[in-house]
Each structure stands twice: as C-alpha cells, then as structure tokens.
C-alpha cells in the first residue's frame, strides 16, 4: 500500500504563498500520475492540479483558479509532488489532498491526509 505525507499547510495572508509536499512511501512511483485536490467547508472536493507520466516527460493541467498562480511538480527520486501557491486569495482557503492515480484496467488512487491552508485578507 502506498502512503502519503502531507507538510506545508498553514496560515497565510492574502497575496502570499505557500508550498505543499507530498511524499509517498511502501513502492517505487514511475508510471502514475499524481495531484492535488481541495475541499473548503460545505463544499465538494474539486480538482486543482496534475502532473501526468509520460515517456518524454511529465504533462501538467490545472484547474482554471490555479492556471496562473500554482505550480506543481514532482521529484520522482523522493516519489514526492509538491504544490507552490502564488497569490492566494481567500478563496483558495481548503484543505488541500494529494493523490497518486496508478494507470491499468482497475485505477487505483491513493490519498494524502490532508493539509488546512488559510487565507487571511
């Protein structure tokens, strides 16, 4: 089974910003694609980010409220993703889930524990 660790999180104030690690453990990580997702008070969990595997390199995507302010990366000797946030703005107020999706005909995800990141204005 794999794990994930979650750091980073914490209390901000509007404009500023924040890196979130992710480090996974128990196997090797090569052909997964890994994420981030978020969940705010009352609210449906929603997708923000991904960086997808490839045999020329990593693809990334986000969500359109993090396009132009949070990058996502990946060091895959650590099996770690990590989440830079730039601009926060209230909104992005969540707790923020990494995840590891293993490719094949039964898709398997694996989820961090979760890490709260607050906005203040």
């Known amino acids: 089974q794999v794990q994930m660790v979650e750091s980073g999180g914490g209390v901000v104030q509007a404009g500023g910003s924040l890196r979130l690690s992710c480090v996974a453990s128990g196997r090797t990580l090569i052909n997964v694609d890994m994420g981030w997702y978020r969940q705010a008070p009352g609210k449906e969990r929603e997708f923000v980010a991904m960086i997808r595997w490839s045999l020329r390199g990593y693809n990334r995507e986000y969500a359109h409220s993090a396009k132009y302010r949070f990058t996502i990366s990946r060091d895959n000797a650590g099996n770690a993703t990590y989440l830079e946030m730039n601009i926060l703005k209230p909104g992005d107020a969540a707790i923020y889930y990494c995840?590891?999706?293993?490719?094949?005909?039964?898709?398997?995800?694996?989820w961090g524990q979760g890490a709260q990141v607050t906005v203040s204005s």
């Open positions: 995840s590891v999706h293993v490719r094949g005909p039964v898709p398997v995800a694996y």
